[in-house]
């Protein structure tokens, strides 16, 4: 069950940003979330934690709303954007105050840094860290409350090409250890590696879910699989 | 609910703000204290004792405290934040209270410290040191419920701008020009708003209404602005 989507919809004004999506994102896999930019991506993420509240339909983790949660960060870690901490006060302290307000111990504040590799910038303040260090931050954040489901949102945006390699190694790594993981990205050769089911939708709409393999039958690559499916819908 | 109020301390003392806010309310307090008992040796105005010096010299050093007081919720909106701190706190209500919470807490002990500074120093220039603890303590208690306003009115308006005109405009701006002109009708329009009522709290007015009147009309204002903002968080999207 993990992430269950029922009749999600997002209105604003007179466009559906996200329109009708029914969609369970399960345990043990990384779950790709593809689609061109305005489909609907971010707004979905966004009413799954709560920030944004559907027109109608709901959005459930492990079967409960996330606001329903009382340490919702031991549930969910997500990152949904890399400028998420106040360019004033540390790496370390954000985290603090993070661990603080789900009553998470602050031993877990180091482990997860050292895990994210933010090593001495750790102390330095957020606004001088560069988009990369701000996404490992990210990252060591929504790992804090150990959580078995993880949205992430755009997670390689700026990351040199060892924190990709790393970032793609840790996922499969979740993954394997039965959490669910639910990630959206532009970068489609980078999906092919990482991701073993997709979800692909399009004017918030779902066009596809299906496992990576199934997708790309046929095809001779996930960028040829994925024009086929949005053009379509077009 | 101990967890957010430890979560929005620890976000309160991490970042300069908070010591710019504090650096400012005393500077400022000391500054109009000294300034305002100079007024009353030369009998430029009228006041008879130090805590009433303290009293006066508010109406300066509460712009430090309303403004750190609204960037607690208006920064988070202005630094992108928001989103962040409501995915470790989804209840709304239980954010904006423990916000609420970490304001009032710094906003009694540095506004009760401000009120006995002002005291002080008044005391200093005028050779009396009367009814300073009981004016620092009033001192403490307006602020605490300026402080909730601010915040409260910041979590309705979200942009740091808005909100600070807005309460500046409330506070400092529209009463003295209702007042100017002196007549009653616009003089009791002026008594309704927020920082008036106060003022009548701490100077002990009977006129026109009594002490605990102008009390309850601020509170009244600041259950208002709390609501505001509430109602205004769990309608919008973050």
Redesign the interface.
């Known amino acids: 069950m993990a992430i269950t989507l029922q009749e999600l919809t997002k209105r604003y004004g007179r466009t559906r940003a996200v329109d009708g999506l029914d969609l369970e994102v399960r345990p043990g896999r990384v779950t790709g979330f593809l689609g061109p930019n305005g489909a609907g991506k971010s707004t979905t993420m966004?009413m799954v934690?709560?920030?944004?509240?559907p027109t109608s339909g709901r959005a459930l983790v492990n079967g409960r709303p996330?606001?329903?949660?009382r340490w919702?960060?031991r549930e969910v870690g997500?990152v949904?954007?890399a400028?998420?901490?106040?360019?004033?006060?540390?790496g370390r302290?954000?985290l603090?105050?993070?661990a603080?307000?789900?009553?998470i111990p602050a031993r877990r504040v180091d482990e997860v840094l050292e895990t994210a590799g933010l090593g001495d910038a750790a102390r330095k303040r957020f606004g001088t860290y560069s988009l990369g260090m701000g996404q490992r931050l990210g990252l060591a954040?929504a790992l804090l409350g150990d959580p078995p489901v993880l949205i992430l949102d755009e997670p390689v945006n700026g990351l040199d090409p060892d924190g990709v390699r790393w970032i793609r190694r840790l996922l499969r790594d979740l993954a394997a250890e039965g959490r669910t993981v639910f990630v959206s990205s532009h970068l489609l050769t980078e999906m092919q590696l990482t991701a073993s089911h997709l979800v692909v939708i399009g004017k918030g709409r779902l066009l596809a879910d299906a496992p990576m393999d199934e997708l790309l039958d046929g095809h001779g690559s996930l960028e040829d699989a994925y024009y086929e499916l949005t053009e379509s819908a077009a | 609910m101990r967890a957010a109020i430890g979560s929005e301390w620890t976000k309160l003392w991490t970042t300069r703000t908070i010591w710019w806010a504090l650096l400012a309310a005393f500077v400022l307090m000391a500054a109009a204290a000294g300034q305002n008992a100079l007024y009353v040796t030369n009998g430029d105005i009228d006041a008879s004792s130090a805590g009433d010096v303290a009293v006066l010299s508010v109406a300066i050093a509460q712009l430090a405290f309303v403004a750190l007081a609204m960037l607690v919720m208006t920064g988070e909106y202005s630094a992108g934040t928001i989103r962040a701190t409501l995915s470790w706190i989804p209840s709304r209500g239980r954010l904006l209270s423990a916000k609420i919470v970490v304001v009032a807490g710094v906003t009694l002990v540095a506004g009760v410290v401000a009120g006995l500074l002002g005291g002080v120093i008044a005391a200093g220039i005028l050779d009396d040191s009367s009814d300073i603890a009981v004016s620092a303590v009033k001192i403490g208690i307006y602020l605490v419920l300026l402080g909730a306003l601010a915040t409260g009115l910041g979590a309705a308006l979200r942009g740091p701008v808005v909100t600070l005109v807005v309460l500046l405009m409330a506070i400092v701006v529209i009463p003295p020009l209702l007042q100017i002109p002196d007549i009653s009708v616009l003089n009791g329009i002026a008594d309704a708003f927020p920082g008036v009522a106060g003022n009548h709290f701490l100077a002990g007015d009977s006129d026109p209404y009594p002490p605990a009147g102008g009390l309850l009309i601020l509170m009244g204002w600041t259950l208002l602005a709390v609501l505001a903002g509430w109602r205004t968080m769990k309608r919008r999207d973050a």
């Open positions: 966004r934690l709560g920030l944004d509240r996330y606001a329903e949660y919702p960060l997500a949904l954007e400028k998420a901490a106040h360019p004033g006060r540390t302290n954000h603090l105050a993070m603080r307000s789900n009553a954040g």
